[in-house]
């Protein structure tokens, strides 16, 4: 790792079990994860991946390379009661928003590196921003009474808003909206699925519907410029196309394994089976 910005370290949780049960939430022992204190991202090591040095070591560099991504490709807001509402009404742009129970928690974390992976996979296709609800008294009267989210604590919640159509975006249609819109709502539910895999859907759902709307509105608006463009002199002078992005890393709770149809489901549930 020493070719790399990439810093080792090891906690003993019985010594420092704050920092294990309060600061990280340490599902089990031993766990690996990869932590980035400016931009408030985490990633855990599967439990299901082989514990070899250099299968840590390749999963180290591609988190690394993952993030380096992320954090020049990202548009991810973070949104304050101040500026809640405009962002929201005042765009033409599909609005996703996941609000966190604070930025120091575990869960809170790995929900924003999520929407980060969100935020860069869909670009200009969509608005993403993150909400934290206890920042101070404001934010909390936006979260539990503007958006009537549960009390804390809560995982993190996040709302859809519709896209808009273009030239209804100013302050004062903002401002007249109706209030069921201003509420967004409900992307999913994290008590019945798990908040990274439901990312994942918004994601290539938006992904797939939007992009070749999006493409076509670029072309659009590009050829409301000088008229025709000038054919360039030498197509060498072109840059080189950027390397692919690379592929988001999605991250969050493992589910356990599935109970097996067969004799390890009991008497009782071979019999169902059987009947089916």
Same mark, same amino acid.
């Given at each position: %790792? !020493? !070719?790399?910005?990439?810093?080792?370290?090891?906690?003993?949780? /019985? &010594?420092?079990?704050?920092?294990?049960?309060?600061?990280?939430? @340490?599902?089990?022992?031993?766990?690996?994860?990869?932590?980035?204190? &400016?931009?408030?991202?985490?990633?855990?090591?599967?439990?299901?991946?082989?514990?070899?040095?250099?299968?840590?070591?390749?999963?180290?560099?591609?988190?690394?390379?993952?993030?380096?991504? *992320?954090?020049?490709?990202?548009?991810?807001?973070?949104?304050?009661?101040?500026?809640?509402?405009?962002?929201? *009404?005042? +765009?033409?742009?599909?609005?996703?928003?996941?609000?966190?129970?604070?930025?120091?928690?575990?869960?809170?974390?790995?929900?924003? +590196?999520? %929407? *980060?992976?969100?935020?860069?996979?869909?670009?200009?296709?969509?608005?993403?921003?993150?909400?934290?609800?206890?920042?101070?008294?404001?934010?909390?009267?936006?979260?539990? +009474?503007? =958006?009537? #989210?549960?009390?804390?604590?809560?995982?993190?919640?996040? &709302?859809?808003?519709?896209?808009? !159509?273009?030239?209804?975006?100013?302050?004062?249609?903002?401002?007249?909206?109706?209030?069921?819109?201003?509420?967004?709502? #409900?992307?999913?539910?994290?008590? !019945?699925?798990?908040?990274?895999?439901?990312?994942? @859907?918004?994601?290539?759902?938006?992904?797939? +519907?939007?992009?070749?709307? /999006?493409?076509?509105?670029?072309?659009?608006?590009?050829?409301?410029?000088?008229?025709? =463009? &000038? /054919?360039?002199?030498?197509?060498?002078?072109?840059?080189?196309?950027?390397?692919?992005?690379?592929?988001? %890393?999605?991250?969050?709770?493992?589910?356990?394994?599935?109970?097996?149809?067969?004799?390890?489901?009991?008497?009782?549930?071979?019999? @169902?089976?059987?009947?089916?």
């Amino acid at each position: %790792m !020493e !070719e790399t910005n990439i810093q080792v370290g090891a906690v003993n949780c /019985e &010594k420092n079990n704050k920092i294990c049960s309060s600061w990280y939430d @340490i599902p089990s022992y031993p766990t690996i994860m990869i932590l980035n204190e &400016k931009w408030g991202t985490q990633q855990l090591y599967s439990k299901n991946l082989e514990k070899s040095l250099n299968a840590i070591v390749k999963w180290s560099k591609a988190v690394a390379a993952e993030w380096n991504y *992320l954090f020049t490709s990202s548009r991810l807001l973070t949104l304050e009661a101040a500026n809640f509402t405009s962002s929201i *009404l005042n +765009t033409n742009k599909l609005v996703v928003i996941s609000f966190v129970d604070g930025f120091d928690c575990s869960s809170c974390k790995t929900a924003k +590196t999520n %929407m *980060l992976r969100l935020s860069a996979s869909l670009g200009d296709m969509a608005t993403i921003g993150v909400v934290n609800c206890a920042k101070d008294e404001e934010a909390r009267e936006l979260c539990y +009474t503007n =958006q009537s #989210l549960p009390r804390p604590p809560h995982s993190a919640m996040t &709302k859809i808003w519709p896209r808009y !159509e273009t030239g209804n975006s100013s302050e004062e249609d903002a401002l007249n909206r109706t209030e069921p819109l201003v509420g967004g709502e #409900l992307l999913y539910n994290s008590n !019945e699925i798990e908040s990274h895999i439901a990312l994942q @859907i918004v994601e290539r759902t938006v992904r797939m +519907t939007l992009m070749e709307q /999006e493409k076509n509105e670029k072309g659009l608006s590009a050829s409301k410029g000088d008229g025709f =463009q &000038k /054919e360039k002199e030498d197509p060498e002078d072109d840059p080189p196309p950027p390397p692919p992005p690379p592929p988001p %890393m999605w991250n969050g709770p493992e589910r356990p394994p599935p109970i097996a149809w067969d004799s390890g489901g009991g008497g009782r549930r071979q019999q @169902i089976a059987e009947r089916i």
